[in-house]
């Protein structure tokens, strides 16, 4: 599954996997793009500066 991300806001977007317990910076108007196994589990959360997968 590739899930793209685009920060739209004005300031840093963080991005955390914890499958892989990697952590990314999105910068303001930045792209980036998770590529996860495909699994019915997994989930998206959305918090004030931070996406958690």
Do not use: H, Q, W
């Not at 793209?4 to 990697?22: A, D, H, K, W, Y």
């Not at 303001?28 to 699994?39: E, I, Q, R, S, Y």
Request: with cysteine; aromatic share 4%; net charge negative.
């Amino acid at each position: 599954m590739k899930l793209p991300i685009e920060n739209g806001s004005g300031r840093p977007l963080t991005v955390f996997v914890e499958l892989e317990t990697l952590e990314r910076v999105i910068p303001a108007g930045g792209k980036a793009v998770v590529t996860l196994p495909d699994n019915p589990t997994s989930f998206l959360e959305v918090c004030d500066g931070m996406v958690v997968v």
